[in-house]
Structure formats: C-alpha cells, structure tokens
C-alpha cells in the first residue's frame, strides 16, 4: 500500500515546520521527521492508530505524536491518505 499525502495535510505540516521554526528549527524538522518515521510504519501496520472519536469509523485513524500532534488518515483499498495534522488542542477539523 502507499502512503498520499492530502494537499491539506502537506499545509499543515508546513504550517508546524514555519511555527516551530520561529524559535528552533532543527526541533522543526525533527518533529516531522518523527512524523514521517511514525506514518511510514502503517505500511507494515495499517491499524498502529486508534479510530478517531469524532467519527467513530475503523478506517478513520489517527496517531498521536509527542501527545500533542495528530496525524490523521484514511485506510482506503490501495493507499492510506495522510488527510491532516493537528495540534490536540485544535477543536476542529
């Protein structure tokens, strides 16, 4: 299976990468390659995340990063989709 990313998700990464870099940005790039290290592995292990509460769907899931990101993404026939990254303290998808 492949791993795609959504337009929306490669914004927030981005979007973390610019914020964080403000004050350190090696800790910037360290983050999402954490990120991408951690998204790489659902190729061997499609349900490493939990099923995202707000949707209560099994192929909705999501991996928590440093308790404070998270990656969601969709199981699909062929290919996960990386749909977003998020702050757990957004609301909001």
């Not at 610019?18 to 592995?41: H, P, T, V």
């Not at 509460?53 to 440093?66: A, H, V």
Request: charged share 35%.
């Amino acid at each position: 299976m492949k791993i795609v990313w959504s337009r929306r998700a490669s914004k927030d990464a981005e979007n973390i990468i610019d914020y964080i870099s403000r004050d350190n940005q090696s800790e910037a790039f360290e983050l999402i390659d954490e990120i991408e290290e951690k998204i790489l592995k659902l190729k061997e292990f499609p349900e490493l995340g939990r099923m995202v509460p707000e949707f209560g769907s099994k192929y909705i899931r999501e991996l928590i990063i440093r308790n404070f990101y998270r990656v969601i993404y969709e199981i699909e026939t062929d290919e996960f989709v990386i749909v977003t990254l998020r702050q757990t303290r957004m609301d909001t998808l």
